[in-house]
């Protein structure tokens, strides 16, 4: 029952903005870390953004100084506000989160957002 659900997604120019939020939803007892991820065309999913329980932060190196990842661990979400977009950073991005859920007797999943499509166009 447990759910990642992205928002945020769309097209903008280069040199623009976008922020992506993320809820996790459904029974759960605890989320350790949380992050982003994304996947271009024809590549395999990278770690964009990763985020502990306790805000610690690790960024891919192309990106830590254009974006931030922020966490609310009482609702639950994740945002990566994307800032000085490239073309380079197209790509399908996906929300992670480390579940504990509370009805689970095997303790704790990894969970994945759908994806949101993020295009930067010059």
Do not use: H
Request: aromatic fraction near 10%; charged fraction near 20%.
């Amino acid at each position: 029952q447990v759910q990642l659900v992205e928002s945020g997604g769309g097209s903008v120019q280069v040199g623009e903005s976008l922020i992506l939020s993320c809820a996790a939803v459904g029974d759960i007892f605890r989320i350790n870390g949380m992050g982003w991820y994304r996947q271009g065309p024809g590549n395999e999913r990278d770690m964009v953004a990763r985020i502990t329980n306790e805000g610690g932060t690790t960024y891919e190196d192309s990106i830590k100084d254009r974006f931030v990842v922020t966490r609310d661990n009482d609702k639950k979400t994740i945002t990566l506000q994307m800032n000085s977009l490239k073309p380079e950073d197209t790509a399908v991005y996906y929300c992670y989160a480390r579940v504990l859920a509370r009805t689970s007797a095997r303790g704790w999943s990894d969970y994945w957002g759908q994806g949101t499509q993020v295009t930067v166009s010059s």
